[in-house]
């Protein structure tokens, strides 16, 4: 049975998916690192594949733009399809010092001037954070594979082009490493249908330094996130 926004069958999507912002950037993650992709959905654009990694099943859906997209895909995902796991590859931007474009972040924690959950427990400042195991994995492979990884606090904005610069100014002096749209809302989802969830984010854009990378690098710059992402949420071999 087809979701609203979701047209792959039951079945047709693995227990693990990989979850960048982008359409293009799933299409290259599904061509580039699974085996055997094949396209399970496209409702609206928004391109879903299936194919397997190291004989693994495992997915990848792009969530578009923003926390109201993301929870949609997010939600359909946990409730229909029987997926328990979703890591978001996705970038932003960098907010600290000496965090070359390129750094990989692992959001431990999201803050957010998000409403979208905001009634969830009247009087209550939700805080949204990753599922620990995954958070563990993904720094268990980034030592092992000796690869850069900055863990910390990210703020995900529902403002892409921010009227008050000095939000980001403010948070990045309490120490939040990098801005970007869902991976609040993506943690908000996983507690409340109870999946595990990780934001891993390739920072794209330096706002200390004003430097920018072009789209094609936007869709293209994901090797070391997906990389990581895989590492975290596949299933421990078989031996
Ligand atoms: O590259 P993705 O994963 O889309 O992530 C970032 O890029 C988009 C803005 O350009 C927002 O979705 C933001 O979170
Ligand atoms: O949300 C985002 C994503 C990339 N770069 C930014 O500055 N913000």
């Known amino acids: ?69 993301i929870a949609i895909y997010a939600t359909e995902l946990a409730r229909f399809y029987g997926v328990t796991r979703i890591v978001r590859v996705g970038t932003a931007g960098g907010l600290q010092p000496a965090m070359p474009l390129g750094t990989v972040v692992a959001a431990s924690v999201a803050h957010t001037d998000s409403a979208m959950t905001a009634g969830w427990v009247p009087g209550v400042a939700l805080s949204a954070a990753p599922a620990f195991s995954l958070l563990r994995a993904a720094v268990e492979a980034a030592e092992r594979d000796a690869v850069a990884l900055r863990v910390g606090a990210v703020f995900s904005s529902d403002t892409f082009y921010a009227d008050d610069p000095t939000v980001t100014g403010k948070l990045a002096v309490l120490g939040t490493l990098a801005v970007e749209m869902e991976a609040a809302t993506l943690y908000a989802v996983g507690a409340k249908e109870g999946i595990e969830t990780l934001a891993l984010v390739t920072v794209t854009d330096d706002l200390t330094t004003g430097e920018h990378l072009p789209a094609l690098d936007r869709e293209t710059g994901f090797g070391t996130a997906a990389q990581l992402a895989l590492a975290a949420s596949m299933p421990p071999p078989v031996s």
């Open 1 to 69: 049975m087809a979701t609203p926004h979701i047209s792959a069958e039951p079945g047709d999507i693995a227990p693990v998916v990989l979850m960048p912002g982008d359409p293009r950037r799933a299409q290259r993650i599904a061509d580039e690192l699974f085996d055997d992709a094949r396209l399970v959905t496209e409702v609206r654009g928004i391109l879903g594949f299936t194919g397997t990694f190291q004989g693994t099943p495992v997915s990848v859906l792009a969530s578009g733009m923003g926390g109201p997209s």
